[in-house]
């Protein structure tokens, strides 16, 4: 049992670095909060975490119900977001960036905290996908694991935001490139993976 908790974990915490990946999206926020104080950059990081955080833990808890609300299939679902999170990270393989992700729109007022930052940028379909599926016909140990993994995330996203000065002038763009597209390969796998389980379970294979 606390073996296959463990993996479990593992698997969940992955997938949100993968597609939340706090280190490619430190350029994001930097672009964003260009000429902004330091401690103005903070509040808008802080900001930005926390409402992602409230937004999947909604969607967690309260997916089961989303389900039948919208008579979702679990196999529609796991199509569906396997190709929505492969697209992301063939995207990101071909150093674009996502347009599930991203936004062109560049707002100097703290509202960029919300939109574009919390959301689509760290609360975006891509995560939201990533976290229901992992608790779709899972037990309240596995849904507290994974809400628990994905504040320990926010909170390195957060810290990350914080210090994107440092990341960004310490790590050099060129290996934030190369994380970028690792993480990008990782995401095409778990999506083509999500899309075969949803073909399994649609045919009973």
């Known amino acids: 049992m606390e073996e296959n908790l463990l993996?479990?974990?593992?698997?969940?915490?992955?997938?949100?670095?993968a597609i939340m990946n706090p280190i490619a999206n430190t350029p994001i926020f930097m672009e964003l909060v260009e000429g902004q104080k330091q401690k103005t950059k903070k509040r808008i990081a802080k900001k930005a975490?926390?409402?992602?955080?409230?937004?999947?833990?909604?969607?967690?808890?309260?997916?089961?119900?989303?389900f039948e609300l919208f008579g979702i299939t679990i196999p529609a679902f796991k199509i569906t977001g396997g190709i929505l999170i492969f697209y992301v990270g063939f995207e990101m393989l071909l150093s674009q960036k996502s347009k599930v992700h991203?936004?062109?729109?560049?707002?100097?007022?703290?509202?960029?905290a919300i939109s574009p930052l919390a959301i689509p940028i760290l609360a975006g379909p891509?995560?939201?996908?990533?976290?229901?599926?992992?608790?779709?016909n899972a037990d309240y140990i596995h849904i507290a694991t994974v809400i628990g993994i994905f504040a320990l995330m926010v909170y390195l996203t957060?810290?990350?935001?914080?210090?994107?000065?440092?990341?960004?002038?310490?790590?050099?763009?060129?290996?934030?490139?190369?994380?970028?597209?690792?993480?990008?390969?990782?995401?095409?796998?778990?999506?083509?993976?999500?899309?075969?389980?949803?073909?399994k379970l649609a045919f009973n294979l």
Do not use: C, H, R, W
Not at 7 to 17: E, K, M
Not at 49 to 66: M, N, Q, R, S, W
Not at 102 to 112: A, K, M, R, S, Y
Not at 129 to 136: K, L
């Open 49 to 66: 975490t926390f409402t992602a955080f409230l937004i999947v833990a909604v969607f967690v808890v309260l997916g089961k119900y989303i």
């Open 158 to 199: 957060y810290l990350a935001f914080s210090l994107s000065d440092i990341i960004v002038q310490k790590i050099g763009p060129n290996l934030i490139t190369v994380i970028g597209k690792l993480m990008g390969l990782i995401l095409a796998i778990m999506g083509a993976g999500m899309v075969i389980e949803g073909i």
């Open 126 to 136: 891509g995560t939201i996908v990533s976290a229901m599926n992992n608790v779709t």
């Open 7 to 17: 993996t479990f974990s593992l698997t969940v915490f992955t997938g949100f670095f």
């Open 102 to 112: 991203n936004t062109q729109e560049e707002v100097l007022d703290e509202g960029i």
